[in-house]
């Protein structure tokens, strides 16, 4: 049986921590900046964790 290829697009946008969850950037920073405040964006640069309902789905995609 040929071995399980790794979703590209998915490994780019997420890595596993050190614990075995995985980390992600958050959404809505990509455009139409102008009408979201400061301290949002600011908030919006840090990464943030795969949520446990979608963890399943996303250590699929990466074949671990």
């Keep these: 049986m040929p071995k399980m290829k790794v979703n590209r697009s998915a490994a780019k946008r997420s890595r596993k921590t ?3 969850k995985f980390r992600r950037q958050c959404a809505y920073r ?15 640069r840090k990464g943030t964790l795969v949520a446990k309902a ?6 699929r995609m990466l074949a671990l």
């Design 18 to 20: 050190a614990s075995g």
């Design 30 to 44: 990509s455009h139409i900046l102008t009408k979201k405040s400061p301290k949002r964006k600011r908030r919006l």
């Design 54 to 59: 979608d963890e399943q789905r996303v250590r």
